[in-house]
């Protein structure tokens, strides 16, 4: 199932709602969130839902031989076990036709290769159980005894499909104990509606804009024309996954749990190290925790952790090697900045940084969106403006111009709300000293979330398909 | 100077035999020795004095006695009982009795009793009883014993006694019992027992041991035993545990008294005043909360009821398909997972007022650009170049070798299916449309390609132009070989050409006429493309271009602005030029009572979705014929459906006003007229074939309407059991080079040999 969904807003979700609302105690809660959320797997996935169901038993069973063996080798080799079973569940699903087609690529074997469909989510729920069994190892956390309170932590369905990569240390305690208050509530449906609107209407229809650039050739594209779409395409990644992840974390504090945040606002960025402080935080973080820290290669072979872990990144976000490129693009920015040293980096201007993060991670969008390698480097003779003289493409074309004169308010919009503008009326609003600012600003928030919800609703009717972007995960 | 003390040395015996008197004072040989210092002393001075001062300065004895003050000549014989104050000379002796005070000469030797204080020099021996102030000289040695202050160098050895001041040197070796002050440096081991203040270096592992300060890194994972004090990140996950204190983040759960360990309740000790102010905000946030949750609650739950209990649409007009119903479970349907997919399609699709809703919502994608002001073009879709920039050149230009890459699956577009995969196919066949390449074709010309015109971007291989105040959908046309058309019809002529006329006039698209000179490149010439699939042709078969003579007349209304069919008018003058052709009679237009449809807002809306073609509809004007005739309707297996007085199907209205001629595609129409003239025509046709019909009806004796896609008949059975003598085929562009044309081969193959009977009572 899909968030952005007319049956998912007003048929599943009201339901739960009601059922986890006239559940009384904990466990009935725990319960009605558990089957909803079993439900809502299978329903996009009605034969996979098994693999959610033999990853939480397995990874928990996993943590209590931690928990009884802690110090001794039969420990390490539960953590050591649960951790590879997890990771090869997901080279298996994700990975196992990329690996084959490379292998037979080098080695002219001509292995069959594999068809498997992908479970959604995998990458998502599988990260969660590796971060649970590695802090239970290190003893951050303590482990979940009770099987049906970790189901209930993998396969909460607000993060399960595509949300933020909730570490078991942020829900731990509110798993067994919590409260949903009506600011709770408000809070909590407000911030998914902002999310939705997000997807529904900013980042669908900059999707449209790019499927109509990218969608075919991008040969005979005008240079500006592939600035413009990249562009469009940058802002269309942002909305699209920080909507989802709105959503995912207002649904999570409707029922009273508080998830981190992914996403601050990364276009606001001065360097690339700042942007990925930004962008995606609890994959970052993830990596820079479990990963970065490993001292798998020595101290004093900081780079090489570098490079793996950025590695890692590109190779999480698909089987392609422009995934893998894309990483490592931002990987050797990052190095490029920590050899530079961040007094010197604090010495630029801000407008010369501003840019140069910016340029950075626009082009890096290219790449991100190009799986063919050929369209790929189409796309860099595209915008180096090399394209005009090899392939006699035009500066600029009427196209570019008719889209962006049809499509003004809706570009300018998203670059404007890309930017921290919504916090800082909020933050004018709800920290005012007047009281009759702070209820004028509560009820405008309202009733403009329920005008947005409207307009979701209404744009929806019109939905042939919705695919999240990251929906390959 | 090297440390004598000029040239006195009081340790060394005095050399004198015991008993002895010295020369001069007499008994006293202290007095001696004193008066040869002196003398010494006088003599070291003056020349000193003289080598420096250049004999300026009259010198002046110093002695024990003379107390300096400040400014005064530096070189002076300095004493034991000397003192000194700020800015003394600093080539004196020192001793252990030396005080010093700030700024004072660093190249002095260091004794163990030294009291240093700030802003000393720093190449100095240190000892163990040293005692360091800030600022101090890195290179020395430091000892267990050593306490630093801030701001130390960093380059010293560290041992497990060595305490860290801030600033402390990163590249130290850290063990469990170092304490760490703020700006520590970050790579090092944290362990358990590790204590950090402000402004430590964020990326370092946190355990639950870690107590933290204020402003501190917020990207750390938080657990149980955290405890925060003011002003800490308000992205935090909140616990049972988290104790809070004031001028905290107000966006924060609180977990219910009763569950807590009960502390002993701290006394109050916020000014009343503003404990007040916090309470009464504290109580609005809570009123406002139930309010915000009321207004939430209601229209949320009103709006879920009304999608229950409203009547669910079951078709829509706009997209001329049925909706979708509800699957039937079944294991298997389930286990693929098209049963779960059923049931929330059926749902999205069948919502109330489906069409209302779906027009409101383009309206509201409207507001996404500028205002489309007079001339300003819409691109729908993804859309390539057909060919590079052209002249634009006389119409009936000779034909330049076409080539295309592939046949075009888009005539499905010229044909309103109920169907429901229509949108899906539609954007897929139109962006192949759009996306073909063609080399070197000309287009034809007239005003309205002549003028500039803006663009402006939305979906598919159509475009919506703005001419004289009104909006227009164009699809654009990439162009195709036609050879299986060609080849189709040459077979039928082999077979029954020398019995039948055979007639090709194919029908142009609205492109060919009304795109913008500066969109040329987009679409093709489908004069040049019609002319080149002729010359495909047999001798035999009579093949007629409308192109020029529809060009005449673009200023009249010949197509529709919002559908993809033409207007009958147009269909009127295609049907004129054919009659004029086939030697004929054809009554003028003044023969028949022109009708018209008012609101007509057709299928480029549904297409491009365009806001601006729902708000701008057009008249449907249709003909009705003067002269008498009958209609007789079959099925696509000639089965008879019913008999009628005319050809058109009176419940077309609003979007559906097309099909107003012959009810839509799927029937056989037979009309007898009143002519006698033994001509018996057949229309082998899309749906740009049905409009010509009637204005055959002052023409041909027996008129017979089949629609290419749909006979499930052999055609030249029908032809031979029907004795028709003129075969027109008659279909739009796209079915011409399309996917449609291959299925004249299986008309002409289909049931062959069959004998076709006419079941009309």
Not at chain 2, 520 to 543: M, P, R, W
Request: hydrophobic residues 40%; proline residues 6%.
């Amino acid at each position: 199932m899909v968030f952005a969904d007319l049956f998912f807003i007003y048929v599943f979700l009201p339901l739960c709602l009601l059922c986890y609302l006239l559940a009384r105690s904990l466990p009935a809660k725990n319960g009605v969130l558990i089957a909803f959320s079993v439900i809502f797997y299978a329903w996009g996935e009605p034969l996979w839902v098994c693999l959610l169901l033999f990853s939480s038993f397995l990874n928990w069973f996993m943590g209590l031989v931690i928990e009884k063996h802690r110090d001794t080798g039969a420990g390490k080799a539960a953590v050591a076990t649960g951790v590879t079973i997890d990771i090869l569940l997901l080279v298996v699903f994700k990975y196992s036709a990329f690996l084959v087609e490379n292998l037979n690529a080098l080695t002219h074997l001509g292995l069959p290769v594999p068809q498997i469909r992908l479970p959604i989510g995998i990458s998502f729920f599988t990260f969660q159980a590796i971060s649970y069994l590695l802090d239970c190892y290190w003893e951050n956390v303590q482990v979940q005894k009770r099987y049906t309170r970790f189901l209930l932590y993998l396969s909460l369905f607000p993060q399960l499909i595509a949300g933020p990569i909730v570490r078991y240390s942020v829900v731990e305690e509110e798993i067994s104990n919590r409260s949903v208050t009506a600011t709770d509530l408000c809070e909590g449906a407000l911030r998914a509606i902002v999310g939705l609107a997000k997807k529904v209407i900013i980042a669908n229809n900059l999707w449209a804009i790019v499927d109509t650039f990218f969608g075919t050739d991008i040969t005979g594209l005008s240079v500006l024309g592939t600035w413009y779409t990249v562009i469009v395409y940058s802002l269309y990644v942002y909305f699209d996954f920080s909507g989802y992840s709105d959503i995912a974390i207002g649904l999570g504090r409707m029922f009273g749990f508080h998830f981190d945040e992914n996403f601050r606002h990364p276009f606001a960025c001065k360097t690339i190290a700042e942007f990925w402080q930004r962008w995606h935080i609890s994959l970052g973080s993830f990596f820079r925790d479990y990963l970065l820290y490993v001292p798998i290669f020595g101290q004093n072979r900081k780079y090489v952790s570098l490079f793996l872990v950025w590695f890692s990144t590109g190779v999480w976000h698909g089987a392609a090697w422009n995934y893998i490129i894309w990483g490592l693009y931002f990987g050797f920015f990052i190095f490029f900045e920590q050899k530079l040293g961040k007094k010197r980096i604090k010495n630029w201007p801000l407008w010369w940084k501003h840019i140069y993060s910016k340029l950075v991670i626009i082009i890096g969008f290219g790449i991100f969106y190009f799986e063919d390698l050929g369209q790929l480097g189409q796309f860099f003779l595209n915008i180096s403006g090399a394209s005009m003289l090899i392939n006699s493409a035009p500066f600029f074309d009427p196209i570019t111009w008719a889209s962006f004169l049809n499509n003004l308010f809706l570009v300018s919009g998203a670059i404007v709300f890309s930017l921290p503008v919504l916090p800082k009326i909020k933050a004018f609003f709800l920290e005012s000293k007047s009281d009759g600012l702070y209820a004028a600003g509560r009820i405008g928030a309202v009733l403009g979330c329920l005008g947005l919800l409207a307009i979701v609703s209404i744009l929806l009717v019109d939905s042939t398909n919705n695919v999240f972007l990251y929906w390959r995960f | 100077m090297d440390g004598r003390y000029h040239g006195m040395d009081y340790r060394k015996k005095p050399r004198h035999a015991a008993g002895s008197q010295p020369p001069e004072t007499g008994g006293d040989w202290q007095a001696h020795y004193e008066q040869q210092a002196r003398a010494v002393v006088r003599r070291e001075w003056e020349s000193r004095a003289a080598a420096k001062l250049g004999g300026a300065e009259p010198p002046k004895p110093y002695t024990s006695q003379t107390r300096y003050t400040a400014g005064e000549e530096p070189l002076r014989p300095s004493t034991l009982q000397t003192r000194y104050t700020a800015e003394e000379e600093p080539l004196r002796p020192y001793t252990s009795q030396t005080r010093y005070t700030a700024e004072e000469e660093p190249l002095r030797p260091y004794t163990s009793q030294t009291r240093y204080t700030a802003g000393e020099e720093t190449l100095r021996p240190y000892t163990s009883q040293t005692r360091y102030t800030s600022e101090e000289e890195p290179l020395r040695p430091y000892t267990s014993q050593t306490r630093y202050t801030a701001g130390e160098e960093t380059l010293r050895p560290y041992t497990s006694q060595t305490r860290h001041t801030a600033e402390g040197e990163p590249l130290k070796p850290y063990t469990s019992q170092t304490r760490y002050t703020a700006e520590g440096e970050p790579l090092r081991p944290y362990t358990s027992q590790t204590r950090y203040t402000a402004e430590e270096e964020p990326l370092r592992p946190y355990t639950s041991q870690t107590r933290y300060t204020a402003e501190e890194e917020p990207l750390r994972p938080y657990t149980s035993q955290t405890r925060y004090t003011a002003e800490e990140e308000p992205l935090r996950p909140y616990t049972s545990q988290t104790r809070y204190t004031a001028g905290e983040e107000t966006l924060r759960p609180y977990a219910p008294q009763a569950q807590q360990p009960a502390d002993p309740p701290a006394p109050d000790e916020r000014p009343r005043a503003r404990r007040k102010k916090m309470d009464k905000r504290d109580l609005l946030e809570k009123r406002l909360s139930l309010v915000v949750l009321f207004i939430l609650t209601f229209s949320f739950g009103l709006t879920t009821l009304l999608m229950v209990i409203l009547p669910r649409s079951t078709v829509s007009k706009i997209e001329k398909r049925e909706l979708a119903v509800l699957p039937q479970f079944s294991l298997e349907s389930y286990f693929s997972g098209e049963f779960t997919a059923g049931v929330a399609n059926f749902y999205d699709d069948t919502v109330p007022m489906r069409d209302s809703l779906k027009n409101l919502g383009n309206n509201f994608k409207a507001v996404f650009g500028l205002p489309k002001s007079e001339d300003s073009v819409e691109f729908v879709g993804t859309v390539n170049k057909v060919g590079q920039k052209k002249e634009p050149s006389q119409p009936d230009a000779p034909s330049a070798p076409i080539s295309s890459q592939q046949e075009s699956s888009a005539s499905s577009v010229s044909q309103a299916e109920p169907d429901v995969q229509q949108t899906q196919a539609l954007a897929k066949a139109l962006a192949g449309a759009a996306g073909r390449r063609m080399d070197g074709v000309e287009p034809s010309v007239n005003k309205f390609t002549e003028q500039e015109a803006e663009g402006n971007m939305t979906e598919n291989g159509l475009i919506v132009i703005k001419q004289d105040g009104h909006f227009r959908g164009l699809e654009l046309f990439g162009g195709g070989s036609g050879d299986n058309y060609a080849q189709s019809l040459n077979s039928l002529y082999d077979q029954v050409g020398d019995r039948v006329s055979i007639w090709s006039m194919p029908a142009p698209l609205a492109c060919e006429f009304y795109l913008p000179s500066n969109f040329q490149e987009y679409s093709t010439s489908q004069s040049d493309c019609f002319d080149k699939v002729h010359s495909k042709l047999n001798k035999g078969i009579h093949a007629i271009n409308i192109c020029p003579v529809l060009s005449k007349h673009v200023d009249e209304p010949i197509y529709c602005r919002t559908d993809h069919h033409w207007q009958p008018l147009g269909a009127y003058y295609a049907a004129k030029t054919f009659a004029e052709a086939a030697d004929v009679p054809f009554p003028d237009i003044n023969t028949y009572t022109p009708g018209k449809m008012e609101g007509f807002v057709g299928s480029m809306y549904a297409y491009t979705g365009s806001s601006d073609l729902l708000n701008d509809p057009e008249d449907f004007v249709y003909y009705t014929p003067g002269a008498e005739y009958t209609s007789a309707y079959y099925d696509t297996s000639y089965e008879f459906q019913w008999d009628d007085d005319n050809l058109f199907a009176e419940g077309a209205s609003g979007s559906d006003a097309y099909s107003y001629y012959l009810g839509g595609d799927n029937y056989i129409v037979k009309t007898d007229t009143q002519v006698e003239n033994g001509r018996r025509l057949l229309i082998v046709k899309d749906s740009y074939g049905n409009a010509t019909v009637p204005f055959f009806t002052g023409s041909f004796e027996q008129i017979y309407v089949v629609d290419m896609r749909y006979l499930q008949r052999n055609l030249i059975s029908f032809i031979n059991d029907m004795e028709i003598t003129d075969v027109l085929f008659t279909m739009s562009a796209y079915s011409l080079v399309g996917s449609q044309a291959d299925n004249l081969e299986n008309l002409l193959t289909q049931n062959a040999g069959e004998t076709i009977v006419d079941k009309q009572p």
